[in-house]
């Protein structure tokens, strides 16, 4: 599975950046993984590139100090 695919599955994910108070559109989180905002299992993934199960860590916007998001 690739992590486009997971995280537009997951269905628990943040708010859109570009258009708060509305879930992300598949362009915006295409552009979360490909600049490395989300980090599964520790590692920065591009959209295309594969997930190694299990998953222990899921992190939304690592850098940002008002926007981070743990699952």
């Known amino acids: 599975m690739t992590a486009f695919d997971l995280i537009h599955h997951l269905g628990i994910i943040p708010m859109s950046v570009e258009k708060p108070t509305t879930k992300p559109s598949n362009g915006?989180?295409?552009?979360?993984?490909?600049?490395?905002?989300?980090?599964?299992?520790?590692?920065?993934?591009?959209?295309?590139?594969?997930?190694?199960f299990p998953i222990t860590?899921?992190?939304?916007?690592?850098?940002?100090?008002?926007?981070?998001?743990?699952?």
Do not use: C, M, Y
Request: a positive charge; aromatic letters at 10%.
């Open 28 to 52: 915006e989180i295409k552009r979360w993984l490909d600049q490395h905002a989300v980090l599964i299992n520790g590692k920065k993934l591009t959209s295309k590139e594969t997930v190694e």
């Open 57 to 71: 860590q899921f992190v939304f916007f690592p850098k940002s100090n008002r926007k981070t998001t743990v699952i």
